[in-house]
T-cell receptor, first 116, second 111 residues
């Protein structure tokens, strides 16, 4: 079946503009995660959603970052007033659930964001 | 939060067995150990997961000693295509504990 998809694959924006990144998880997966990865660095957790529960926003770096997940499926990560330090690859992942043992996370190809 | 420590990089020749060790001294009773692999310009991919002793699948083996304070990912007879970054995660995923990938171990396989 289809994997996790993300759009756009690449986004170049000017400093101060808002951007929206989209993630389509695997059908039936109740958990959805956002990470970002700067060049040559590891993954930085941003936020995750589990079913209809309130999201865990503990990883969001500032109040310029927000995310929604509509109908328990598609998710949008919004970055307002983008800064150059926001430049990174934004990765989305989904999993069957969020329980012990840990469910395997399936990652999308990512969105490469460049803020000029 | 169980923190993990891995070597930053490793080199290996083709055909050799590679062992990457991860330290997790503060692992909790309910925590599982999970390894992911990431190729350039791709998202990470699940390799293997375990709780104790040994787990083996078609890709790798995971060795976990009795105290569970460390784990070793073993890749048999590596090829050039195994060049990637390998991440060790520890957590029970009921919170954010299993969502910290760290910087991983960059494995380079040499012809």
């Amino acid at each position: 079946g289809a994997g996790v998809s993300q759009s756009p694959s690449n986004k170049v924006t000017e400093k101060g503009k808002d951007v929206e990144l989209r993630c389509d998880p695997i059908s039936g997966h109740t958990a959805l995660y956002w990470y970002r990865q700067s060049l040559g660095q590891g993954l930085e957790f941003l936020i995750y959603f589990q079913g209809n529960s309130a999201p865990d926003k503990s990883g969001l770096p500032s109040d310029r970052f927000s995310a929604e997940r509509t109908g328990g499926s598609v998710s949008t990560l919004t970055i307002q007033r983008t800064q150059q330090e926001d430049s990174a690859v934004y990765l989305c992942a989904s999993s069957l659930g969020l329980a012990v043992p840990s469910y395997e996370q399936y990652f999308g190809p990512g969105t490469r964001l460049t803020v000029t | 939060l169980a923190k993990t420590t891995q070597p930053i990089s490793m080199d290996s020749y083709e055909g050799q067995e590679v062992n990457i060790t991860c330290s997790h001294n503060n692992i909790a009773t309910n925590d599982y150990i999970t390894w992911y692999q990431q190729f350039p310009s791709q998202g990470p991919r699940f390799i293997i997961q375990g709780y104790k002793t040994k787990v083996t699948n078609e890709v790798a083996s995971l060795f976990i000693p009795a105290d569970r304070k460390s784990s070793t990912l073993s890749l048999p007879r590596v090829s050039l295509s195994d060049t990637a970054v390998y991440y060790c995660l520890v957590g029970d995923q009921t919170g954010a504990n299993n969502l910290f990938f760290g910087t991983g171990t960059r494995l380079t396989v040499i012809p």
